[in-house]
T-cell receptor, first 115, second 114 residues
């Protein structure tokens, strides 16, 4: 089991460029999440998905879009990157119930710098 | 609505000393509570979780936490700190009917001095 994987691990963008971050999980989880982590601010939820073909906004969705075309993949897009989007991005997935109720499994993160 | 407050962004202890990391929560539904650990340049890993069974929860690496409803707290403890415990720790709250979404605290960085 690879768990949750993220690509790329690092990326530098210029302001206005676009990119897509890929998250994949092999645990057959229904729920998937994208967070950003900034110093002293914990993790903030960007978007999430409760199943294939569904997405919803989290706490800080502006400037990001997501898609979940396959159950195992959750993509995060930046259409026009801004310096304020410099951050570390984490993807996570979770069960829907039972003893694994809402415990989240995290990927290793993508460190993004926008200049 | 749910929220988490971690008291103390930085905690420093000596090796062998007690570790106490504080977490208070707010939730409008019965909460599920978690502690995660993050080592440098890695993702978060689950340490332990409370899901309405025993109020004293034991986790990995000798950590435990006690759910106290009257105090709305879920503090993390370890009797004897080890150098390898140095990391950032996050408390999180979730609840039924919330699409599994967790709200995370701002984190506490634990430093262990030799």
């Amino acid at each position: 089991n690879a768990g949750v994987t993220q690509t790329p691990k690092f990326r530098v963008l210029k302001t206005g460029q676009s990119m897509t971050l890929l998250c994949a999980q092999d645990m057959n989880h229904e729920y998937m999440y994208w967070y950003r982590q900034d110093p002293g601010m914990g993790l903030r939820l960007i978007h999430y998905s409760v199943g294939e073909g569904t997405t919803a906004k989290g706490e800080v969705p502006d400037g990001y879009n997501v898609s979940r075309l396959k159950k195992q993949n959750f993509l995060l897009g930046l259409e026009s990157a801004a310096p304020s989007q410099t951050s570390v991005y984490f993807c996570a997935s979770s069960h829907t119930g039972g003893e694994g109720l809402y415990e989240q499994y995290f990927g290793p993160g993508t460190r993004l710098t926008v200049t | 609505a749910q929220s988490v407050t971690q008291l103390g962004s930085h905690v420093s202890v000596s090796e062998g000393a007690l570790v106490l990391l504080r977490c208070n929560y707010s939730s409008s539904v019965p909460p599920y509570l978690f502690w995660y650990v993050q080592y440098p340049n890695q993702g978060l890993q689950l340490l332990l979780k409370y899901t309405s069974a025993a109020t004293l929860v034991k986790g990995i690496n000798g950590f435990e936490a006690e759910f106290k409803k009257s105090e709305t707290s879920f503090h993390l403890t370890k009797p004897s700190a080890h150098m390898s415990d140095a990391a950032e720790y996050f408390c999180a709250v979730s609840g039924r009917g919330n699409a599994g979404k967790s709200t995370f605290g701002d984190g506490t960085t634990l430093t262990v001095k030799p």
